[in-house]
């Protein structure tokens, strides 16, 4: 078998989410369906993770296994014109066959836009805070102490099938983007399920007054699925990024 | 009577335009609504022009009077509060009583944006060129030819109400922004109407070698209504910025 790695960006507006669902339109179908199109015959195709509903992706990618070798510049031709046009294929490439789009991932990044203003563009790509303004420095604060710890169960959604909770985080941070516009960049080797929403909306409560950063630290102590904040909207989240180590 | 500028965005999507239309909304029907609602009274609002169905602007400007004086922070905040989230206002300033937001501007500025790859952000503002690559450098020094003239008869629609169709056309080029993206910034004392998208959709000819540059200039000079190209479409035009002489 040939393994081919496929690295495409979504617009997540329209869509369930990445996995496939029973009820739904989503990302990995639309692959698979493009694929099967035109190779003839199913292809399972494996996501580097899952992205929510509603969830963009400016950089996932995913792997599939093909029989006989293909031509990896046509393979992108044929998706991006098979595909629709909220869902570009930036290239395919032929790996080894052992190399696992979700296993040998080294690092996920993911980013989280937030607009302290009444912007009426790129509404579907930005979380408004209204209100008073978030206090981005507490923030930040709240976001240093992510390192001092590898168990994040409190972060994440009941009923996963994840063996272990643990994440080495390697950046998590605030940083303003224009007068109106600050991002939070978070990377870690993993990510359990709404880990970065539920990151993100107990952060928001630090930016807010109503959690100290000693609070925030005692959540990720209790471990517990339900001590973390709400979820922040997933529309203005995105995967930036995924690592592999290639050779 | 007292007289104010109000400095506005807007994303054009939902919209047939700035101006009232008897069937379908506009942004300065919402902006007299949401004016009426806290002024308790009728007030009239003329922008600085209209912009088409779908096109957005990252600045509008449109005046309107009022016999007593008005807190123009908590104009602002009312506005922004009562008005639609795809229409912002930054700022409302009074001005002198004489100085119209239509016939006192001394240029506006447009925007339009291309891209030459799928790209699944961003669509609702982009133009997407399918196909053969644009020559650019064809179609900015068609741009050029612009300089040239002050009679845009063969960029305008037909039944305006303009006593002429001079303008001064002060900028006009292509500008290479991303990989991906191109973008078009024209700027003049005055518009017709329609006149950037039928420029835009006139430079694509050349851009596909289906038009000389000769034959751009042939199509200025005939003043004909019926000359120019099919004007690019309203989605990915921007109204960037108006100026005044407000001393």
Tied chains: 1, 2.
Aim: charged share 25%; with cysteine; hydrophobic share 40%.
């Amino acid at each position: 078998m040939h393994r081919y790695f496929i690295y495409l960006a979504y617009d997540g507006t329209r869509y369930h989410g990445w996995q496939i669902q029973p009820n739904g339109i989503s990302i990995q179908q639309e692959l698979m369906t493009a694929l099967a199109t035109f190779l003839r015959r199913e292809v399972e195709v494996t996501g580097a993770g899952r992205t929510d509903a509603g969830v963009h992706a400016r950089l996932m990618v995913a792997h599939f296994d093909f029989p006989t070798p293909l031509d990896t510049g046509q393979v992108t031709d044929k998706l991006n014109r098979l595909l629709p046009p909220d869902i570009a294929v930036y290239k395919v490439i032929q790996v080894k066959p052992d190399l696992h789009a979700r296993f040998d991932a080294t690092y996920r990044t993911y980013r989280y836009y937030v607009t302290t203003a009444k912007v009426p563009f790129n509404r579907q790509y930005t979380c408004r805070i209204i209100g008073k303004p978030l206090d981005f420095e507490a923030m930040n604060k709240a976001a240093e102490t992510l390192f001092d710890y590898t168990d994040f169960t409190s972060f994440c959604k009941l009923h996963t099938d994840v063996k272990t909770n643990n994440c080495h985080i390697m950046q998590a941070h605030w940083q303003q983007q224009s007068e109106t516009t600050w991002v939070f960049t978070i990377q870690a080797d993993r990510f359990l399920r709404n880990m970065v929403r539920a990151i993100v909306g107990t952060l928001f409560e630090v930016g807010r007054g109503k959690l100290t950063i000693e609070g925030f630290r005692q959540i990720i102590e209790k471990k517990d699925r339900c001590a973390a904040g709400t979820s922040a909207p997933g529309h203005a989240l995105f995967l930036e990024d995924i690592g592999y180590e290639l050779e």
